[in-house]
């Protein structure tokens, strides 16, 4: 996946059954996120200042800190007009139809297939969710990714005029397990119970100064 949303970056998804892996290299170094169809915890490792270290948080932790999504038909107030259109044309040999949305924000152009038989939310429910939570909306973009793979989107800010696209290429090649083996080379908090690490941390000072120094990190 490449992005020009504020600032151009390249994301690889590697996909093998039920286990999702993401890569990005920004700025501050590579960030890694490893989930599980079938689990709702979801971990990212960091590689910051020659520090190697993760976090691994459950749906109680991200409700903790505010991330996790509550039901969007409570949630949501925004009013989408989404148009499923008749064109087609072929992107990496899969069949794409063009998709239109629009609020009263922004303006999507679109183009979404159902040869793969799967959208970005049935292989990630969880990362998804978790996205969508940071500020308890589905936006336009999320919407039309629901209904097909998206391929290809094309958004305007309809106030400013700016223009910002994602674009995926899939390709289907053989994954060895080793790929989703990434624990070994990092320290790994478990934030799924969050109140008990807080508790064991109170009690070693030196433990809780390092997991700050590593948060400040995150951060920053």
Known sequence: ?????????ELLFTIKGKQVLIEADTD????????????????????????KFGLKMG?????MMGE?????????????DITITKDTKMIDKYKCTK???????NEVIAWITQDLGFT?????????EKAIGEDGQSDLQQEIMRKGFLLEAYQTDLETGE??????????????????????????????????LMTEMQSNPEKMKEFEELMKLIQN
């Open 28 to 51: 501050d170094g590579k960030v890694t996120t490893f989930s599980n169809k079938d689990s709702e915890n979801i971990t990212t490792l960091f590689e910051r200042e020659g520090k």
């Open 99 to 105: 998709v239109i949305g629009k609020d009263d924000k």
């Open 68 to 80: 996790k999504a509550t039901d969007l038909k409570n949630k949501q107030d925004k009013k989408w």
């Open 163 to 196: 223009k910002t696209n994602v674009k995926i290429t899939v390709k289907k090649q053989k994954v060895d397990d080793a790929k989703f083996d990434f624990s070994s080379d990092y320290k790994v908090y478990d934030l799924t119970d969050m109140m008990g």
């Open 1 to 9: 996946m490449t992005t020009s949303d504020k600032i151009d970056m």
């Open 120 to 128: 970005i939310f049935d292989i990630m429910p969880a990362m998804m």
């Open 59 to 63: 749906p109680e932790t991200m409700n």
